[in-house]
């Protein structure tokens, strides 16, 4: 049993639980503001939430810069979406499985010249059986969570000399899987039976943890990180799966999902939208501000995932 149990047990509350069963069911703020000229970097635009979101900020005025690991896709979308809105949309090729494409990606985005004006970590995948990176780690805790880290963490001179930005996790109520808190003594899963939903949610928590701490070396600099649940929405998550999966998840899963479209909305909101503008270090359902659960609010552990995160991914020396 996680050493914390008996200390979340107690500072659990229930009203949090119940509001954020009612904030399931209700619809995001709208924001109608234009966005022309800025610049919005989207991981995993090729699909899903990211794909709506790209062409929401697109149709708002916004020049995109995509973080995908497929070409094809890539070219595709960047197609659509500049004879579409007569935007740019432009792309990186990154594996955010891979520590030196994820490691590339944050040094080509932290040598950019135009400011980025919101930065949002939407890639994600779902994965029922445990596997592991090329560098040997779990590949949901890297996609989620380290590949987000890194690079924030090469992107923070940057993004402090702007002046101005605002960067969103796209992660999940499922951070509540990881009801115990994180396992910082194995991470990979060596230790305990892996589940789908509990990985995803110590990879969602990690997300949340980590955004206090950046939300501490941001301060007062103007740039604001949040996170968001974007709603339990029918995408093509869990495609990675076997069959059964994908036919569970299409015969049953997908019929109580709600369309995807209000996931874009909602990250359009809380990019775009001056009520918004100076919050930061909060967790949202959609656009409605929500008090986390105890293990995502643990500085201790969020400061010890900090200092592992460095050592995992060799930025220690640049600390
Ligand atoms: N759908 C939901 O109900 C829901 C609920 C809560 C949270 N979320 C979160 O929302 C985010 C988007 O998910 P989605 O539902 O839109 O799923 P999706 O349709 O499967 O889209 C996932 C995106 O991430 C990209 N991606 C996956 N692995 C990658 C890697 N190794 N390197 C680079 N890109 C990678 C995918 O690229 P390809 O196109 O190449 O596959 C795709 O563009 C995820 O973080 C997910 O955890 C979703």
Redesign the pocket.
């Known amino acids: 049993m996680n050493k914390k149990f008996f200390k979340y047990f107690r500072e659990y509350r229930w009203s949090n639980v119940f509001a954020m069963i009612k904030n399931n069911h209700r619809d995001p703020e709208k924001c109608t503001d234009r966005f022309d000229n800025k610049l919005v970097v989207i ?9 709506l979101t790209a062409k929401k900020y697109a149709s708002g005025g916004a020049d995109l810069l995509c ?4 070409p094809g ?1 890539s070219k595709a979308l960047k197609e659509e979406i500049e004879k579409e809105y007569g935007v740019n949309c432009d792309y990186i090729i ?4 891979r520590l030196d494409d994820i490691y590339n990606a944050g040094q080509k985005l932290a040598g950019i010249k135009d400011n980025i004006d919101v930065l949002i970590h ?5 994965l029922t059986k445990r596997a592991l990176t090329e560098d040997k780690l779990e590949k949901s805790f890297v ?2 969570y380290l ?1 987000s880290f890194i690079i924030n963490f090469l992107l923070v001179d940057k993004l402090k000399a702007q002046e101005k930005a605002r960067i969103i996790y ?5 951070y509540r899987f990881a009801a115990w808190g994180l396992r910082l003594d194995d991470l990979n899963w060596e230790k305990r039976r892996y589940t789908g939903l509990k990985s ?1 949610g110590s990879a ?1 928590l990690a997300q949340v943890l980590s955004m206090l701490v950046f939300d501490e070396h941001f301060h007062d600099s103007g740039v604001k990180i949040n996170a968001m ?11 990675d799966n076997g069959r059964f999966y994908r036919w569970f998840k299409r015969n049953f899963l997908d019929r109580s ?1 709600r369309p ?1 479209g209000i ?1 874009a909305e909602a990250l359009y909101y809380l990019g775009v939208s001056d009520d918004v503008k100076s919050v930061s270090g909060k967790f949202f359902n959609l656009t409605t501000e929500e008090e986390p659960a105890p293990p995502a609010l643990d500085r201790e552990v969020a400061d010890e995932l900090w200092q592992k995160s460095l050592e995992i991914s060799g930025l220690i020396n640049e600390n």
């Open positions: 991981t995993g635009a090729t699909s899903g939430i990211g794909y973080i995908n690991r497929n896709k990154a594996d955010l499985s939407n890639a994600g995948i779902y996609i989620h590949s796209v992660s999940s109520e499922a995803y969602k649940h974007p709603g339990a929405v029918k995408t093509d998550t869990g495609k999902l995807a996931s």
